[in-house]
Each structure stands twice: as C-alpha cells, then as structure tokens.
C-alpha cells in the first residue's frame, strides 16, 4: 500500500506561498549557520576529553566517543525532524533527518580524505569485520526497503533494529 497522503500538505493548510529570501537575508542566515556550526564543532572539540575520560573510565571502547560527537552534532536537526513529526509533518521531518545525516556524512568524508591527502597521512575509516558487516546489511536494506517503492513500518522498524544492533555492538565488542 502506498502513503502518498502522508506527503501531501493537510487540507485546509492555507500556508501562503513565501517569496525566495532577500539578498540580505540570505546573507544574514548563511553567516549565522556558519556562526553555528563552528558553535558546534567548538562544543564538540571542547566535549571531547571530558568523554574520552568518560568512556575510558566506563571501559567502553573508544568508538563509543565518535558515536556521542556523531549525536551531538546531529542533534539540533534530530529535534527539529521529531518536531515536525509530531506536528504531522512527515515530509519535512524525513527530509530535516536525512538531510542532516547525508550532509553531515557527505561533507565529513571529503573533508577527512582532503586533511589525510594535505597532511600525507594514511586514512583509515576504522571499519572492522562486524562494521562492514553492519553497512552492508544498511545498504542491502536501504536497497530492499527504497527499492520497492513501497515502505511499511515493519521495513522501518528492521532498520532501527540494526541500529540498536551497530550501538550494542560499539558499546559491548
């Protein structure tokens, strides 16, 4: 079955059409958003030694501290997809989630590739035999799940299971 619906705009949603941002306000916003995200990286650089004497202390691995910089970092756009699913926005709240994943994902990786060149170091992505095989179970379900052009909430509900799974096992080896 499929859920075009939920994509649609609700009825009677008579949200007036905004005209494309000034010159300024373009400006404005995208000086903000680079304010914010030096904002969180800071936090994040900053954070780290706290939680690597955390995890160290816990006797968790060290992979532990990637995964708590990955949450914070995806945490504002997180908030913000949730906000908007329980305000029956699922489209915008699909499209904040993984948005903010695929950007931070897909601007991360060439930026650690572009450093790694620049500073003639060898790059490793630090995926073990249980990693690899968690990804590519992602991508083999991504494939099944998207591929069919129909989604349920059993294929969704596969995929946080996987997750749990990757967390479990970054956290017990």
């Known amino acids: 079955m ?15 059409e905004h005209e494309p941002p000034s010159f300024r306000t373009t400006l404005i916003s995208a000086t903000l958003l680079l304010t914010a995200l030096i904002a969180v990286v800071g936090l994040a650089k900053t954070l780290t030694p706290t939680l690597e004497a955390g995890v160290a202390g ?7 501290v990637g995964i708590a910089i990955a949450a914070l970092v995806l945490l504002p756009e997180g908030l913000a997809a949730l906000r908007a699913a329980r305000a ?3 489209q915008t709240s699909l499209n904040l989630a ?5 950007a931070t994902i897909g601007l991360t990786i060439p930026a650690v ?4 060149i620049a ?3 060898p790059l490793e992505l630090g995926l073990g035999q249980k990693e690899g095989a968690l990804l590519a179970l992602t991508l083999l379900l991504g494939v099944v799940t998207l591929g069919t052009g129909r989604t349920t909430v059993l ?3 596969v995929h946080l299971i996987v997750f749990a799974a990757f967390l479990f096992l970054a956290v017990v080896p």
Do not use: C, K, M, T
């Open 2 to 16: 499929r859920h075009r619906d939920y994509f649609l705009p609700v009825e009677g949603d008579d949200a007036p």
């Open 58 to 64: 816990l006797g968790a691995p060290e992979a532990v």
């Open 88 to 90: 029956n926005r699922l």
């Open 98 to 102: 993984l948005g903010s994943a695929l």
């Open 113 to 116: 590739v572009a450093v790694s």
């Open 119 to 121: 500073l003639r170091q």
């Open 155 to 157: 294929q969704g509900i």
